[in-house]
C-alpha cells in the first residue's frame, strides 16, 4: 500500500501541475471515503465524484410517478432499499409506506415477480433503476413474465448507461477532467472497449478499477502515468474480473428487452441515447405505458445543488444546505440519501458543515 | 419534507429514533433519574443501587441461527443490566400472542426463555399474556424488564468516560445482524454465520472482579459499533479514536456487508460491547476478558481523546482516517 502512494507521490510530483480524476460510480466513490483514501493522495491529485450513485441521477419526476403509483390500490410497489428515502416532489415511498402504501423492499426484481405470481390481484411495479450492473437482471425478470405469462408484473423503468453520461461531462467543459476511474461492476457486463471513444473523441485516459482501495490506487496511479506519457487509453486495473468485451449473454439480454434512448438525468438534464427504455414488444410490461403512468412537472427543492454535485462542478461542502438544512436525518437533495451519495460520503465520513 | 407518521427508520436506533427521545418522550418524562438516557435507569433504594431496565422483542423470523425470540429477550434486558454494572436478579414477561401460534413454538421458546434466565441466575417474576387476531401481528411479540442489584463503587456511564480511556471490545461484530437477515424472506442467503446472542453479565462479573475501575460500558445492539461509540463520544463531549486494523469482523459478515452494501460497525450485535477503562490499566482487564468464553477475542479496539470533542473517528487500515457517524435508521441494501 505505501509503496502505491509513494508511486502516485512521485509520478504526481513529475506532473507538476493539478490533476482531476472522476470516479462515476457509487461504489468508488464509498471506497475512497470510507478507507480514507483521499487523504493519501498528494495536494495536486484530485478526486472528484460523478453521476455514478443510481439513485442520485434518477429525476424527481419518476420519485413523484412511483409515489403516484403505490397510492393506487391495486398497486404494489417493489423496490431496492435505496429508493426508499429519496424525496420526490412532496413525498417519498417510505412516507407512503408509513401512510399505508403497499411498498415493498425486495433486493432482486425476481423477488418482485415472485411477488406477482403470489398476489395474482395487485399490479406488482419494480422499479428499475441503475447502471448497466442492474439492468440484465430486470431484463431477465421480463423476460421471465414473458415466458410464464404473468400478466401482472410491470417495470417502471429509468435505467441508464454510464459512456453518453461520461461524454455528456467532458462536452460540458464545466468541469476538467483529466482522467476517469471507470467502473468495474458496469464494466464486467459491457466490457472495456466500451470507454474508448472517450479516449479517443476526447483524449481522455480511463481506467477501470476494482473495489479495494488498493485497486483505486492502483488505477490512479495508471492514470497519471498516462497524463506523463500524454497518453489516452482504456487501461483495466481489474482484470481479475473485466474483459475487454464484457459478458456477453447479459448484453444480449438487455438489448432483446431495451432500447436506447434519450434519459433525463437528475441535475445534468437529457442525454441523447444515455437511458433505456422497454421496446415496444415487451410493452405490456412497461408499467408507464400499461397502467398509464404521468410524469409530470417535477418541483426541484430551493437551493438544492444536488445537479452540479453529480456533474463534479460542486463540492457537497459547497452547497448553502450540506450539514445545515440537508443531512442524512432529513435529507432535501438525493445526494444526501443514498447510501452511496456523495453528499452523504462527505457527511458520513469527512465533513460535517460547509465553510 | 416534515414526518408526521412514525417510519419503519423510527425503531432503528439511529438518528430518528433519538429525535423521538429528545423530541417527544424526554420533554414530556423530563426527571434525573431518566436523565442519563443509559441502557438502564439507576434507581437508589434504601442505600442500595439498583439497575432497572424494559426492552421489546420483534425480531422476524422467531428462531434464528444461534438462537431464538425467547433467549434474545432475556440476554437483551440481562445485557441492559449488566452494562450498568448491575448482576440481573428478576424478570418480568410479557407476550404478545398472534391466533394460531403453534403451541410447539411458544413451547420452545417459553424453555429457551427459562434455561438462559437460569443459567445467569435471573428470575421471572411476574408476565402477562395478550392475544390478538391473526395478522395482527407476526407469531408473538415479547417485553421483557429487569431489575438488577448494582455491584459497583462507582456509577458507570458516560458522563463518567475521560480523555485517557481504552476502550475494549469483546469480539467479533456483526454476527447477529447478518444471522438473522439470512434468514429473512426475500434476502434469504446461506452462510455459517451464528447469532452471538448471549447473557454478559459472567463476563462483567469477571472485569468487576480485577477491581479496576471501569468508567462506562454500551453493549451493541440496533446500531451495533458505530451508534453506540457516536452516542458515547457526543454526550462524555470527548472524542474517540478507534484503529480499523483491530476491528474483529469475521470473512462472513464481511462478505455479507460488502454484497448488500452495509456497514459492519453498524449492524446490530447481542453478545457484544465495549468498556472503557483508564489506559493504564486496560491490559489487567483484557487479560480478564480473554479467560472468559465470551471474551477470548477480546482486543483494545481505540482510546479516548480530548479531540475532537463528541465524534468518533477511526484510522482506516491504509493510513487515512473518517468519521463514525450515527446510523439513520433501517439498514437498506443498496441497489448494485
Known amino acids: ?355 | 419534507m416534515k414526518r408526521d407518521r412514525i417510519l419503519l427508520a423510527h425503531g432503528g436506533g439511529g438518528s430518528l429514533t433519538r429525535e423521538l427521545i429528545t423530541e417527544l418522550f424526554e420533554p414530556e418524562f423530563d426527571n434525573p433519574v431518566l436523565k442519563p438516557l443509559e441502557d438502564s435507569a439507576v434507581l437508589v433504594m434504601s442505600g442500595k443501587g439498583y439497575a432497572f431496565t424494559t426492552d421489546s422483542y420483534v425480531v422476524k423470523p422467531c428462531f434464528f441461527p444461534g438462537g431464538d425470540i425467547g433467549k434474545l429477550a432475556v440476554c437483551g434486558t440481562v445485557n441492559d443490566l449488566a452494562m450498568q454494572g448491575a448482576q440481573p436478579c428478576w424478570l418480568s414477561l410479557s407476550f404478545i400472542l398472534e391466533e394460531g401460534l403453534p403451541l410447539t413454538d411458544l413451547r420452545r421458546i417459553v424453555q429457551s426463555i427459562g434455561r438462559t434466565a437460569r443459567g445467569v441466575g435471573a428470575e421471572i417474576v411476574t408476565g402477562d399474556t395478550k392475544v390478538v387476531e391473526r395478522g395482527k401481528c407476526e407469531g408473538l411479540y415479547i417485553n421483557t424488564a429487569g431489575l438488577g442489584r448494582i455491584q459497583t463503587p462507582n456509577r458507570w456511564g458516560a458522563a463518567a468516560v475521560k480523555v485517557g480511556d481504552a476502550v475494549l471490545l469483546n469480539g467479533f461484530l456483526g454476527e447477529h445482524g447478518i444471522a438473522v437477515m439470512s434468514q429473512r424472506e426475500g434476502i434469504a442467503f446461506s452462510t455459517s454465520v451464528v447469532s452471538d446472542c448471549a447473557p454478559l453479565w459472567p463476563l462483567v462479573k469477571a472485569i468487576l472482579d480485577t477491581g479496576v475501575e471501569i468508567h462506562a460500558m454500551r453493549d451493541l445492539t440496533r446500531g451495533g459499533l458505530a451508534a453506540a461509540v457516536s452516542d458515547i463520544a457526543e454526550a462524555a463531549g470527548v472524542g474517540i479514536r478507534l484503529d480499523e486494523a483491530a476491528m474483529p469482523i469475521g470473512r462472513e459478515v464481511r462478505g455479507a456487508c460488502d454484497l448488500l452494501g452495509l456497514d459492519p460497525l453498524a449492524i446490530a450485535n447481542e453478545g457484544k460491547f465495549i468498556a472503557f477503562c483508564p489506559g493504564a490499566d486496560v491490559e489487567r482487564v483484557l487479560a480478564a476478558m480473554k479467560q472468559h468464553p465470551l471474551g477470548k477475542e477480546a482486543r483494545i479496539i481505540g482510546e479516548v481523546t480530548a479531540d475532537p470533542k463528541g465524534m468518533a473517528l477511526m484510522r482506516t487500515t491504509i493510513g487515512g482516517e473518517r468519521i463514525i457517524d450515527m446510523p439513520t435508521g433501517e439498514n437498506l441494501p443498496r441497489i448494485c
Open chain 1, 1 to 355: 500500500m505505501k509503496t502505491l502512494v509513494q508511486a502516485i507521490e512521485e509520478r504526481a510530483r513529475r506532473v507538476g501541475r493539478d490533476v482531476q480524476f472522476m470516479e462515476v460510480c457509487g461504489t468508488h466513490t464509498m471506497v475512497a471515503f470510507r478507507t480514507g483514501l483521499r487523504q493519501l493522495l498528494p495536494a495536486n491529485v484530485r478526486l472528484i465524484s460523478g453521476p455514478g450513485c443510481p439513485v442520485c441521477v434518477t429525476d424527481v419526476n419518476y420519485i413523484d410517478a412511483a409515489v403516484e403509483l403505490c397510492r393506487r390500490p391495486d398497486v404494489i410497489v417493489a423496490t431496492f432499499g435505496d429508493l426508499l428515502r429519496v424525496p420526490g416532489s412532496d413525498s417519498s415511498l417510505e412516507r407512503e409506506r408509513a401512510a399505508g402504501a403497499n411498498v415493498r423492499v425486495v433486493y432482486s426484481p425476481t423477488d418482485a415477480l415472485a411477488l406477482a405470481q403470489e398476489c395474482p390481484s395487485k399490479h406488482v411495479v419494480f422499479l428499475g433503476v441503475g447502471f448497466e450492473t442492474t439492468a440484465p437482471t430486470v431484463a431477465w425478470s421480463i423476460c421471465c413474465a414473458a415466458r410464464d405469462g404473468i400478466d401482472n408484473y410491470f417495470v417502471l423503468c429509468a435505467h441508464k448507461t454510464m459512456p453518453r453520461a461520461m461524454e455528456a461531462l467532458v462536452k460540458d467543459q464545466q468541469v476538467k477532467i483529466d482522467g476517469f476511474i471507470c467502473p468495474g461492476h458496469v464494466s464486467v457486463i459491457t466490457g472495456a472497449a466500451m470507454y474508448r471513444f472517450i479516449c479517443e473523441q476526447y483524449k481522455i485516459p480511463c481506467v477501470v478499477s476494482g473495489f479495494e482501495a488498493w485497486d483505486m490506487l492502483k488505477a490512479i496511479t495508471l492514470l497519471l502515468q498516462q497524463v506523463l506519457d500524454s497518453r489516452a487509453e482504456v487501461e483495466v486495473e481489474y482484470s481479475r474480473s473485466v474483459t475487454e468485451h464484457g459478458n456477453a449473454a447479459a448484453q444480449r439480454l438487455i438489448s432483446e428487452v431495451f432500447e436506447p434512448y434519450d434519459a433525463s438525468w437528475r441535475g445534468i438534464g437529457t442525454i441523447p441515447q444515455s437511458g433505456l427504455a422497454i421496446r415496444p414488444q415487451y410493452a405490456r410490461f412497461d408499467a408507464a405505458r400499461a397502467l398509464t403512468v404521468r410524469f409530470g412537472e417535477a418541483h426541484v427543492p430551493p437551493g438544492c445543488r444536488c445537479g452540479d454535485v453529480l456533474r463534479g462542478v460542486l463540492t457537497p461542502l459547497e452547497c448553502k444546505l450540506f450539514g445545515r438544512t440537508c443531512a442524512p436525518v432529513h435529507p432535501i437533495g438525493p445526494c444526501m440519501v443514498s447510501s452511496e451519495g456523495v453528499c452523504a460520503a462527505y457527511y458520513k465520513y469527512e465533513k460535517r458543515v460547509a465553510a
